[in-house]
């Protein structure tokens, strides 16, 4: 899209290199966690063990947006250094899209989370529906940016398609209570 709309060749490499370098490390924290959360939450369900899922999902939305705030802080206050050591002399205007890409992935890493207690509560439909508005919101919301600012413009609409993703999980998480097995047998007729 930068290059399409903007004819800015350049840019799309360097905006490339600024979505990788700030996109990896939170999906690397956010895989160790879930990796190491996602078992145990799912198990908690599945066992109707509802205080111990309740547990286990509030300390891992914990852990997740509390990373993710650290991260994003931490690359706001280091963008300079970040960019200028780890990437080329022709990349370092990724300066100024990096803390944008940090904020999205701060909404992405949550709305992940969220996703994960849908599919616990095989509400996959909702997963889709999540998944399609921040497809959806990625359109309607980066074109318009980019036709109008070029680079800077697909880093500001980052943080808000993430953020329209993220507030649709969240909507669709509290709009049900997670299902519980019915009870079976002569007295459930």
């Not at 709309?5 to 996109?23: C, E, M, R, T």
């Not at 899209?97 to 701060?106: E, K, T």
Request: glycine share 8%; aromatic share 10%.
């Amino acid at each position: 899209l930068i290059e399409w709309l903007s004819h800015d060749i350049s840019g799309v490499g360097v905006y490339a290199a600024g979505y990788g370098l700030i996109s990896q490390p939170f999906l690397i924290l956010h895989g160790v966690v879930a990796l190491t959360l996602r078992p145990v939450y799912f198990a908690a369900v599945s066992h109707d063990n509802h205080a111990g899922a309740r547990r286990t999902f509030r300390a891992w939305l914990a852990i997740s947006i509390s990373i993710g705030v650290i991260a994003s802080v931490l690359i706001f206050l280091t963008r300079g250094i970040l960019v200028s050591s780890l990437l080329g002399p022709q990349y370092r205007h990724a300066v100024v899209v990096v803390p944008w890409i940090a904020l999205g992935y701060l909404f992405y890493i949550t709305e992940q989370v969220l996703e994960q207690y849908l599919l616990a509560h095989k509400r996959t439909s909702a997963v889709l529906i999540a998944q399609a508005c921040g497809a959806l919101a990625s359109i309607v919301v980066t074109i318009p940016l980019v036709a109008s600012l070029g680079m800077i413009g697909a880093a500001y609409a980052c943080p808000v398609y993430f953020l329209i993703q993220c507030v649709v999980a969240v909507t669709l998480v509290l709009s049900a209570p997670a299902r519980t097995h019915a009870p079976t047998g002569p007295a459930s007729a």
